[in-house]
């Protein structure tokens, strides 16, 4: 099972912003865009209209508490929704 997280960056940031580059080595955790997630196979998720720019965060479910603690902390986030995908 893998976790994906829709987050939405804060205005003036970028997705350089999100992670650092420790917590993507241990997690392998792959931040894309909304275009670059299409490339690779996933679909159907649609964005909130207006919100701002979108990056999507996979990442093992195993993992997917340690990426949501770093993204309630980051002050490159304005929001994030998770989803669970098999």
Not at 26 to 42: D, I, N, P
Not at 53 to 61: E, G, P, S, W, Y
Request: aromatic share 6%; proline share 1%; with cysteine.
């Amino acid at each position: 099972m893998m976790t994906v997280f829709e987050v939405y960056l804060a205005p003036g940031t970028a997705s350089a912003d999100l992670l650092t580059a420790e917590v993507i080595n241990e997690t392998g955790a792959q931040v894309m865009t909304v275009q670059e997630a299409e490339l690779v196979g996933f679909q159907g998720l649609k964005t909130l209209d207006g919100a701002g720019d979108v990056r999507l965060i996979a990442v093992r479910a195993r993992d997917a508490t340690w990426i949501h603690r770093c993204l309630e902390t980051s002050g490159a986030v304005a929001s994030f929704r998770l989803h669970q995908v098999d």
